[in-house]
């Protein structure tokens, strides 16, 4: 059973920062792939940052220079450093990992997922 959980979301004003980190507390599968995800009221699910076993990391570009993902292999930890927020950064983010390789920007392709952690940016 997957058991990804995500905590560090809140509210701060806009040019703040946030840490949001997620922990696979079931250590049920070795993740290949694992990736930030966010939704906004009325909108899609969007991916945000990703990150292969390697350390390589791919962003959206609107969080460019911004945004950071790691990971930490040895406990199972993603992180997601956020800094210079926008309003238009306020959504629910989601964990989400895989164990192959499929298209990290594509919800399906991830088979585990946490419950979410809500950001909040006012201006």
Not at 51 to 62: E, F, K, L, P, Q
Not at 87 to 95: I, K, L, N, Q, W
Request: charged share 15%.
């Amino acid at each position: 059973q997957v058991q990804l959980v995500e905590s560090g979301g809140g509210s701060v004003q806009a040019g703040g920062s946030l840490r949001l980190s997620c922990v696979d507390s079931k250590y049920a599968y070795t993740w290949n792939y694992m990736a930030w995800f966010r939704q906004a009221p009325g909108k899609q699910r969007e991916a945000v940052a990703g990150i292969d076993s390697g350390g390589s990391a791919t962003y959206r570009d609107s969080v460019k220079d911004r945004f950071t993902i790691s990971r930490d292999n040895a406990v199972n930890t993603l992180y997601l450093q956020m800094n210079s927020l926008k309003p238009e950064d306020t959504a629910m983010y989601y964990c989400a990992a895989q164990t192959s390789s499929g298209a990290w920007s594509n919800p399906s392709n991830f088979r585990g997922w946490g419950q979410g952690t809500q950001v909040t940016v006012s201006s």
